[in-house]
């Protein structure tokens, strides 16, 4: 999902930024709030953070033919929301852009859009929406919602990151430029999702193991 | 939980290595397993577009490029392990008190 380095309009570039700094910048306010509220939630931050460094150096080979990595969003965005996630993202991002020459400063607006803020906020939405009353952390339930969500994270990513490129270069026509870049990104990462989902529940169903209580107080359980 | 977690574990990298065996002595020579991202980058220049900016430093060759791929990953990792472990103990210890 990386746009490489210069490989937007300037223009663009500054539109991304304009829309993902804010929620960064909220990000960073909501950050502080959880760790004076919830001290214990610090560790739980930094594995999420964690999680998501290493699932996007994680470059697969997926059914389509190419090699794509999946994003590790999910997760990060079920337990601390999308504004959060997105600082998080931000941090891999720069990491990404600086020493690997893997994305880019000037696509860093319009990268954090897709990996930090839709990716999280579609795995919030979902496993909100399936997970809507108060459950026991016995529940399969959860896990099912916590898979959904980080495959649907990582596929809203691609899809986003495919409407980018879309829009900035709609030749002939946006939606024949977005079914070409859909069918380089999105579907190739069908099976990555997948890949992406199963390990997201594992990673899950450890925290939800030794980490129950500070995952019930930051409201995940209900 | 952890003969549940041995099996997802190993769909996962059963659904990964499932394109090796679909695309055998296919190699980036023919266009297979490249990068995605590049692909992209290769449809956005055929546009005519041209870059206007370049990343300020790129690695020198693959190797060092899969160098820092692998302390991206160790990094991640490093962190999950020691949290996970520090947990791990404290509950060994808190029960043991």
Redesign the interface.
């Known amino acids: 999902m990386h746009i490489m380095e210069g490989f937007l309009p300037w223009y663009w570039c500054l539109f991304w930024y304009i829309i993902s700094l804010p929620i960064v910048a909220y990000g960073i306010v909501k950050l502080k709030k959880i760790i004076e509220e919830t001290p214990e939630a610090k560790s739980l931050l930094a594995v999420t953070g964690g999680f998501m460094f290493l699932l996007s150096s994680l470059k697969l080979p997926s059914v389509a033919g190419s090699s794509s990595h999946p994003t590790g969003n999910g997760l990060g965005g079920v337990i601390f929301g999308p504004a959060i996630s997105a600082v998080l993202a931000t941090i891999v991002l720069i990491f990404q852009a600086l020493l690997l020459a893997h994305g880019g400063i000037t696509t860093l607006g319009a990268n954090i859009f897709s990996m930090g803020i839709i990716g999280p906020l579609v795995a919030w939405i979902v496993y909100k929406v399936i997970v809507r009353k108060e459950i026991d952390s016995k529940n399969s339930k959860s896990s099912i919602a916590m898979f959904l969500a980080a495959f649907l994270a990582n596929i809203a990513t691609y899809i986003v990151t495919a409407f980018q490129l879309a829009i900035a270069f709609p030749e002939p026509t946006i939606e024949s430029s977005f079914i070409k870049f859909m069918l380089i990104f999105a579907i190739p990462q069908v099976s990555l999702g997948i890949c992406e989902g199963f390990l997201t529940v594992i990673i899950w169903e450890n925290l939800a193991k030794v980490k129950l209580d500070v995952l019930k107080r930051l409201n995940v359980f209900n | 939980?952890r003969n549940k977690?041995i099996i997802?574990?190993m769909?996962?990298i059963l659904?990964?290595?499932?394109?090796?065996a679909?695309?055998s002595n296919?190699g980036e020579d023919e266009?297979?397993?490249?990068?995605?991202?590049?692909?992209?980058?290769e449809?956005?220049k055929e546009?005519g577009?041209t870059?206007?900016?370049?990343?300020?430093?790129?690695?020198p060759s693959g190797e060092i490029?899969s160098l820092?791929?692998?302390i991206?990953?160790a990094?991640?990792?490093?962190?999950?392990a020691y949290?996970?472990g520090?947990?791990?103990a404290k509950?060994k210890y808190n029960k043991k008190q």
């Open positions: 939980m977690h997802l574990v769909l996962a659904i990964a290595t499932v394109p090796f679909l695309y296919l266009g297979y397993f490249t990068g995605a991202d590049d692909k992209a980058s449809i956005v546009t577009y870059p206007w900016f370049n990343s300020i430093w790129e690695a490029e820092l791929f692998a991206q990953a990094i991640g990792s490093f962190i999950i949290i996970f520090y947990w791990h509950s």
